[in-house]
């Protein structure tokens, strides 16, 4: 079955400090990646996509990610991290077009 | 575009009850999905519609919860004789399946919780 991991549950960096966040997936064809950024008591909002091609995909905010097929990875980057970008970030695959497998999600908080 | 809506934000309900939550996806979407999300988890599939037809459910979705999307267009999940292990946020998101390459929309969530 597919799968996501996210190995870090709790992330803490400081507002101005370069932030990168893991995703690994396990997945049977050419994944459908994608991070997802959720506030308190919100839903999910789109932080950027890989279909194919440019395996550097830029994002809303300021945010990155790059797909490493050999790694199964899809990490999620920022050079500068501001507080309001302290949330709970999501990575998930599509699941051959059925649903999306999230990870458990990696909470990051920023320090003033 | 406004976006995928739900409705209400919050319910409060006693153990047994039924509820019954509402989702109105982006209007030209065609698959509609629900997933469940426990705090400090990921949202886990439930059930999607493509159009009107329900195409797949999850195992989490007992015979207490059923889904419609009776015109293709807005739907409502209702879970029958709630119990507190069904406390949780309902997610509602939408996609325009067309060219395989399909983004899922989400709304804002329906938050549970069960007395």
């Known amino acids: 079955a597919q799968s996501v991991t996210q190995p870090d549950i709790h992330i803490t960096v400081s507002e101005g400090a370069s932030l990168e966040l893991r995703c690994n997936y396990s997945?049977?064809?050419?994944?459908?990646l994608f991070w997802y950024v959720q506030s308190p008591g919100q839903g999910l909002q789109l932080l950027l996509k890989?279909?194919?091609?440019?395996?550097l995909v830029q994002g809303i905010k300021g945010f990155e990610a790059e797909f490493k097929r050999s790694q199964s990875s899809f990490n999620l980057r920022k050079p500068s991290v501001h507080w309001s970008d302290a949330a709970e970030y999501f990575c998930?695959?599509?699941?051959?077009?059925?649903?999306?497998?999230f990870g458990p999600g990696t909470r990051l908080s920023v320090l003033p | 575009d406004t976006g995928v809506s739900q409705n209400p934000r919050h319910k409060i309900t006693k153990r047994g009850q039924n509820v019954t939550f509402r989702c109105d996806p982006i209007?030209?979407?065609?698959?509609l999905y629900w997933y469940r999300q426990t705090l400090g988890q990921g949202p886990e599939f439930l059930t999607y519609?493509?159009?009107?037809?329900?195409?797949?459910k999850s195992r989490l979705l007992s015979d207490r919860f059923s889904a419609e999307r009776p015109k293709g267009s807005f739907s409502t999940l209702e879970i029958q004789r709630t119990e507190q292990g069904d406390s949780a946020m309902y997610l509602c998101?939408?996609?325009?399946?067309?060219?395989?390459?399909?983004?899922?929309?989400f709304g804002p969530g329906t938050r549970l919780l069960v007395l």
């Open positions: 519609f493509q159009n009107e037809a329900q195409l797949e």
């Open positions: 209007s030209e979407h065609n698959r």
């Open positions: 998101a939408s996609s325009l399946a067309s060219t395989g390459e399909e983004t899922q929309y």
């Open positions: 998930a695959v599509d699941n051959y077009g059925q649903n999306f497998v």
């Open positions: 997945y049977g064809a050419t994944p459908y």
């Open positions: 890989y279909f194919s091609g440019d395996t």
